[in-house]
């Protein structure tokens, strides 16, 4: 009997996230304060996010960090999340290479971004906040921050892109049933929103405003933290369960990755995943090749600059040391919502800068076709997002069955696209198209 899927037992649960930062030679450049231009010490960011949060972001000394008991206990909910040989895909390929997915669909919203959103949930709990605020795009980060809330008595008010709030109205419901507050975004409760909504009337709204609405209602309410979903340095730390629990999984299956491959939009599954496994590659020169996919129409890693630049459309941010098309850059309305911002986070840019990984660019209706063959021999019907992945996974599988060569691929499947059918439906309808990135 093959085995297909490894599960850990609980206390074989990671009780510490892994910080890559402080096995960095090349360190991450300083985020700087854009009136002054300089480096940003942990307390410039406490008006913004909780503190344990903002030393996390900036620690680039402990390799590890310690889960506190809560949230390991929360995380028991629906960790270890399986890790899962896809005999299934290997055989719709026909490929010599063996592909593992870590799957992350499993958490109870779907994706993820639950493992962070505890976290964060937590932290803001412990130090006396009350209410927490955030942006949300296809919803993804908005509903599992909504529930994280709601566990550790929170109120949560969530700005979603206006364009996903009238089309995604699913993703909205979900939240408002965990209690959370949802607001179209641009919306007329705040200064950036109404500049907006003022130049430009019909503006379908983007993560870049929703962001600035959230951080301008955080610095303006007393007792609120704004909370982000992906991009920062503490999200992709927390994410390093993943990877965490991924490493115990694939030496119970006897192997070890030749290619780890994860879908981009800041970065925080990418790293999450990665990130242990980059660590023996860093440390005792393993081969390991890492590859992150992003979307042709939003393209920061493979076609973006690396510099300074803001993380939101108004420039409430920090300036941050990343690849990026630019905080203006408004993208094509491409049905993964999650992967549509302009930059990257700053630690997988100086990754990417330094060689520790790669990066490839997927087209949306070949995302589409490899989550439809996905699907059709896992049964599982991935996030829009992860389907870049799968597409990457199965370039790589592709090549594989060319050499001969039988090389172990591991992807993370970072959510579950139950709530994207209306996308699944117009790719099937034919009514999707590529968009191309041109400057
Ligand atoms: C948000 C999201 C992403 C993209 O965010 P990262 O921080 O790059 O991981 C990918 N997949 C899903 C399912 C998401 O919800």
Known sequence: MKQKRFFLQEKELPTQWYNIQADMVNKPMPLLNPATREPLKAEDLYPIFAEELCRQELDQTHSYIDIPEPVQ??????????????????????????????????????????????????????????????????????????????????????????????????????????????????????????????????????????????????RMTPGCKYTLGSVMSHVSLHQTVIGLEAEKQMEMAGEYPDVV??????????????????????????????????????PKLTKGKFEYDFGDETGYTPLLPMFTLGHKFSPANIHAGGLRYHGAGVIVSQLLKDGYMEAVDIEQLDSFRAGCLFARSEGIVPAPESCHAIAATIDEALKCKESGES???????????????????????????NYTYNG
């Open 73 to 218: 206990e929360m995380y028991r909910y629906y960790r270890s999340t399986p890790l899962v040989r896809a005999y299934g895909l290997e055989k719709a390929l026909d490929t010599p290479a063996h592909i593992y997915f870590k799957n992350e669909s499993v958490s109870p919203v779907g994706s993820h971004k639950l493992n962070s959103a505890i976290a964060q949930a937590y932290y803001c709990k412990q130090e006396g906040v009350t209410n927490v605020t955030t942006e949300t795009g296809a919803g993804q980060w908005g509903t599992a921050l909504s529930y994280a809330a709601k566990v550790f008595g929170l109120e949560a008010a969530v700005y979603q892109v206006k364009i996903s709030y009238e089309q995604k109205p699913y993703r909205r419901s979900m939240m408002q049933v965990f209690g959370a507050q949802v607001t179209p975004s641009p919306s007329m409760s705040t200064r950036a929103g109404k500049d907006i909504l003022t130049a430009n009337p019909n503006y379908q709204g983007s993560l870049g405003t929703a962001i600035s609405e959230a951080v301008e209602l955080a």
């Open 407 to 433: 090389k172990v691929l591991l992807f993370n499947l970072s959510g579950h696209g139950l709530m994207d059918m209306s996308a699944y439906d117009q790719y099937l309808a034919g009514n999707l198209s």
């Open 261 to 298: 491959i994860a879908c981009f939009g800041g970065g925080s599954n990418f790293g999450g995943i990665a990130f242990p496994f980059m660590k023996h590659k860093m440390l005792e020169g393993k081969k390991t090749r890492f590859i992150a996919a992003e979307p042709a129409s939003c």
